[in-house]
């Protein structure tokens, strides 16, 4: 179990840049099923498409995998011989409370966690990519060039599944799914302190793009089938066919 989000609880005079450091981790499951609609939904389809899309002798690889939530999915429902599961992050407090957590669950031979950074780690050949929210916290610069080493990594008939928070062009319509996406965490037991705090902490960090700037992105790097299998609000989830 992990314990309830309160990091932005209290007034702060001044808030610090948002980073994955021990307090996030401490909070991290509770943090993300509370602020991101369709978490739980994300997850579980990442286990299904895995099961669906992995390969034997390709690699699966969970890219900002946090605490492991994709990896564990991945891991439920695929054959240990279905490919390699790798488990990436560049925050050593995530990676470490991870590998604890996979230890406890018995999947630390299955799993082979990284501490590093995706954008400057090279893939192996892989059936199954995930990006479950995390391009977003990327540097825009480095986006692309991700994406395309990624892809050419990919084996036909390969997939990536890439999940993100993302803005709408049409300055009205953001504004709308924006304020959808708070009442979502007022009703998950924020308030209006915690929202206005956590927003200032994420703005520098979390950039968001549109659907669009995403599809043109997946087709440029050479994925040939783009499907949007999932969004609610301004939160989406694609699966990305090489
Ligand atoms: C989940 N996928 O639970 N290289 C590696 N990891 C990075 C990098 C980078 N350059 N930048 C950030 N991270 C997870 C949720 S959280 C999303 C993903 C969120 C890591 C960062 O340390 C964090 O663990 C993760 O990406 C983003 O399905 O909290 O908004």
């Known amino acids: 179990m992990s314990a309830k989000d309160d990091l932005?609880?209290?007034?702060?005079?001044?808030v610090a840049r948002f980073s994955f450091d021990e307090r996030v981790v401490g909070v991290f499951p509770d943090m993300i099923k509370?602020?991101?609609?369709?978490?739980?939904?994300?997850?579980d389809m990442i286990g299904v498409l895995a099961a669906r899309y992995a390969r034997p002798g390709t690699h699966l690889y969970d890219l900002g995998c946090s605490l492991g939530a994709a990896t564990v999915a991945m891991a439920a429902l695929t054959p240990a011989d279905s490919g390699t599961?790798?488990?990436?992050?560049?925050?050593?407090?995530?990676?470490?409370?991870c590998g604890e957590l996979l230890r406890e669950q018995g999947l630390a031979d299955r799993v082979a966690l990284r501490l590093g950074d995706v954008a400057a780690m090279d893939f192996a050949a892989t059936s199954v990519a995930v990006l479950n929210f995390t391009l977003q916290v990327i540097?825009?610069?480095?986006?692309d060039a991700l994406i395309k080493r990624l892809a050419q990594a990919t084996v036909e008939g390969g997939i990536l599944v890439l999940s993100e928070k993302i803005r709408f062009e049409?300055?009205?319509?953001?504004?709308?799914q924006r304020d959808w996406h708070h009442a979502f965490k007022r009703n998950n037991g924020y308030s209006d302190l915690e929202i206005s705090q956590k927003r200032n902490a994420i703005e520098d960090v979390l950039i968001?793009?549109?659907?669009?700037?995403?599809?043109r992105r997946l087709r440029d790097a050479?994925?040939?089938?783009v499907q949007l299998w999932f969004r609610c609000f301004n939160f989406v989830s694609l699966v990305a066919v090489r």
């Open 8 to 14: 932005y609880a209290r007034e702060q005079d001044r």
């Open 34 to 43: 509370r602020s991101v609609p369709g978490y739980t939904t994300t997850i």
């Open 85 to 97: 599961l790798v488990g990436v992050d560049n925050s050593p407090a995530m990676i470490e409370r």
């Open 139 to 143: 540097p825009l610069a480095q986006r």
């Open 170 to 176: 049409d300055p009205d319509q953001d504004a709308l």
């Open 208 to 215: 968001p793009e549109t659907l669009a700037e995403h599809e």
């Open 222 to 225: 050479g994925y040939r089938d």
